[in-house]
């Protein structure tokens, strides 16, 4: 089973290391001065995300917390198995009710072609 790893913003920031880095693309004379690209990488886990889009320093810290936790959240997320379960009497007869109709179907489509001959 996977370690369960909590995703709150304050066990991030304490289990994250943040680096920040100059960030390239558009965007201008800010952005190519300033170091506004936020990395972070989770040590426990070994996930590093990073956030380039935006001009601020902020704002690229604030989504970059966000996909953190939801990398975390999809890592540990568990699907549920499926039951087998048998099909019902009600839909048993449906489906051969169906086969039924579609083997007249081919039934008459055959008679037709071999008339013609």
Request: no cysteine; charged share 30%.
């Amino acid at each position: 089973m996977t370690e369960h790893y909590p995703t709150d913003r304050a066990s991030l920031e304490r289990d994250s290391d943040v680096e920040f880095f100059i960030a390239s693309g558009p965007g201008g004379q800010h952005r190519n001065k300033v170091e506004t690209g936020v990395r972070l990488m989770h040590r426990p886990s070994g996930i590093t995300v990073t956030a380039t889009e935006r001009r601020s320093q902020y704002a690229n810290r604030e989504r970059a917390f966000e996909r953190l936790a939801e990398r975390l959240q999809k890592l540990q997320y568990r699907r549920t198995p499926r039951i087998a379960t048998r099909p019902g009497t009600a839909s048993r007869e449906r489906r051969l009710q169906a086969k039924r109709r579609n083997s007249l179907l081919k039934q008459s489509r055959t008679t037709s072609v071999n008339s013609h001959e």
